[in-house]
């Protein structure tokens, strides 16, 4: 087992990065620092993500029933252990789970080394975390190859995008910044088949749609949707719906057609 | 308009349906009236919804912008306004959207009047108000008859639900109660191919489904998945994801299949 440390008080600047999280983790940290909250995330984190651990800080009842996780970190991790009232100070709320870490983003990737994927998930001005951390979700059990975000969506490795991705955001490669044109424009670049998810009557139905070579899927803000220019840039592809009910969910638009393309690569 | 009655006291008996909602409708109401919330709702609720309304609750600052909305109320209905301060101590707690009503779920629908659909969704111990609602929202989408939950599900008439289900738990036709080998048992009778949704291998990829006759989609907890036996009982059927990712959320699952269904139906 790795160093264990037990902190008794809540200014003790071990636990610095744990500091009021909620508030520190909205803004954004300048120190590319980010939180991991949860066992499941915690155990994706220590076996199968790509960002360096900085520590894992628990409550303190929580190390035996972690042990086995805990022992797959590398060794240089420390683990911070306190009893639940100093965590929630230092954190600034309750942390009912009592498992946090801390973790390094590292290198962004650049958007380059995603062209080479055969499904990609792109999105377009997603600024709602559940939506994020779904759509992460949805590309993992699909087996997309990676994510592309404009600099309008919000951040997967925001905690509860984590979470709500079931750890997928610690693992799936994505790319964060510029704009739906400009992604537009390099996937083109790179031979992409850009499907634009739109419920205008005009676009092509999903089940009409060939899968063959690289496909992008492009997913708009739930409520006004992806706009006309990006949707006349690419081929717009609705899923059919019934009448007068012509909208789901975001990630769900995304699952319906990237369960699609997966089982045509699987068939092909 | 209809009658519009000032409140300038929380303990106005007017609106002591609205007293402490949160806690009152998570242990539910025995009189069987419900609260919904939120503009959209409380259109879908006067222009579309299966249910009688009691009364509507505003801040006084949402009269003017509610208009609209309000005009399609039925006659009797009575508008309370009340400045927000007061409408929050009758709640409980914040309503930052200054928008509530009061309705009457009356005599719940029976399971075989369910059974003449052609496609049906069936929940079993789905007792997370938001999967329930995002159940009742794709159901919408991919034009489903009618849903069926089982006991342990919750109710899709809580205040959350209905917002997350985009308003179709006003008017989607459900039935509540009984076992998920209760409804398979009704289901066989009634002719219906069962498609029982799960990860297990030996499924039937939902791919290789033929679409006829009725069908009825079934859905078990997040996590456990359904029973053994219910998946026996049924056709047991798995959407095909990526090795080593076997899970979407259960609504999402649900969308997935339906929007096949849907499709199938429409170019049959």
Request: proline letters at 7%; charged letters at 20%; hydrophobic letters at 45%.
């Amino acid at each position: 087992m790795n160093e264990v440390i037990h902190i008794d008080d809540s200014a003790d600047p071990r636990v610095a990065p744990y500091v009021s999280i909620r508030e520190r983790d909205l803004t954004g940290r300048p120190d590319g620092r980010f939180i991991v909250e949860g066992k499941v995330t915690l155990s994706i984190l220590a076996e199968r993500s790509r960002f360096t651990i900085d520590s894992v800080f628990i409550g303190e009842t929580r190390l035996e029933p972690l042990a086995d996780i805990l022992a797959g970190l590398p060794g240089d991790v420390p683990i911070y252990v306190a009893p639940q009232t100093i965590m929630d100070a230092v954190a600034g709320f309750p942390i009912h789970r009592g498992v946090l870490a801390c973790a390094r983003k590292g290198e962004p990737i650049g958007l380059e080394n995603l062209l080479s994927g055969e499904t990609l998930l792109v999105l377009n001005d997603i600024s709602n975390h559940d939506n994020v951390g779904a759509a992460f979700r949805n590309a993992a059990a699909f087996g997309v190859d990676g994510i592309i975000l404009d600099e309008r969506s919000c951040d997967p490795l925001y905690r509860k995008a984590i979470r709500v991705s079931a750890g997928s955001a610690l693992w799936l490669p994505f790319h964060h910044g510029e704009t739906g044109a400009d992604h537009i424009a390099a996937l083109k670049d790179a031979g992409y088949d850009i499907w634009a998810m739109t419920p205008g009557a005009s676009a092509t139905p999903i089940g009409d749609m060939p899968v063959s070579g690289k496909v992008a899927v492009l997913l708009g803000a739930e409520g006004p949707g992806l706009p006309d220019g990006l949707i006349g840039a690419a081929h717009p592809v609705r899923i059919p719906m019934a009448p007068g009910f012509d909208s789901i969910n975001v990630a769900t638009a995304g699952a319906v057609a990237l369960s699609r393309i997966f089982e045509a690569r699987q068939t092909a």
